[in-house]
């Protein structure tokens, strides 16, 4: 009884993610962003160990008739689409006319990329950019470019969804694993101070976050197919 109580409190722990996106969307009708992005920082630490930790006891082995996998995608879809999408949309960063179809074509090539069976390499990389909305939406609110620009940036990235070069997951990928998880302890740090300074930093921080970035991205595209 123990030992499935304890996986089943592994699953909790995962759905916790969509308590966080609630909070986080509700944030965001408020306009606080910061604090958005607070509760979708954490959520996504909560999907960078959740896996580990269901792994580590046996959870789909003990439970198997909740599928983690399928319980890990819904969260996922509203922390790193669903909620960034809403931010994007309604944030002011685009022009006005454009905000709500950037919203609707951020969430439709989403879900299509979390549906595609073949979103990860072999040696798990990305293939194409990963939904990675709140990490965009992230960089949109720090960087504050001409929402003309922000414009071209989201519809760039929807393109770039479905274009196979390989993108960086630092926690599975082998190569450079210990520089990689480095990087993505000092990027949360980072952007932990970025959130608690209201998203205005300063270019230090904000500039380290662009390396960082640069850095990932870099990765991927120097890796072979």
């Known amino acids: 009884m123990f030992i499935r109580a304890r996986a089943f409190a ?33 959520a996504l630490i909560v999907d960078g160990v959740d896996g580990t930790i269901a792994r580590w006891l046996k959870v789909a082995e003990v439970l198997p008739r909740w599928s983690g996998d399928v319980l890990d995608l819904v969260v996922d879809f509203v922390t790193y689409m669903f909620v960034p999408a809403y931010a994007i949309a309604a944030g002011g960063l685009l022009p006005q006319p454009l905000a709500l179809p950037a919203g609707i074509m951020i969430v439709v090539t989403g879900a299509l990329y979390f549906a595609d069976r073949e979103m990860k390499t072999a040696d798990y990389f990305f293939r194409g950019f990963p939904a990675l909305w709140n990490a965009a939406a992230f960089y949109l609110f720090l960087l504050k470019p001409a929402p003309s620009l922000a414009a071209a940036i989201v519809v760039a990235l929807a393109v770039l969804t479905f274009v196979p070069f390989k993108f960086l997951h630092p926690l599975r990928v082998a190569r450079l694993r210990t520089l990689n998880i480095a990087a993505l302890i000092l990027w949360s740090l980072l952007a932990l101070v970025a959130v608690l300074r209201d ?10 976050l662009v390396a960082i970035a640069l850095y990932f991205l870099g990765v991927g595209l120097t890796e072979k197919r």
């Open 10 to 42: 592994v699953h909790v722990f995962t759905a916790a993610g969509a308590a966080l996106a609630l909070a986080a969307l509700i944030y965001a009708v408020r306009g606080q962003w910061p604090a958005m992005f607070l509760c979708l920082g954490i």
């Open 199 to 208: 998203l205005a930093p300063g270019p230090w921080v904000a500039g380290g």
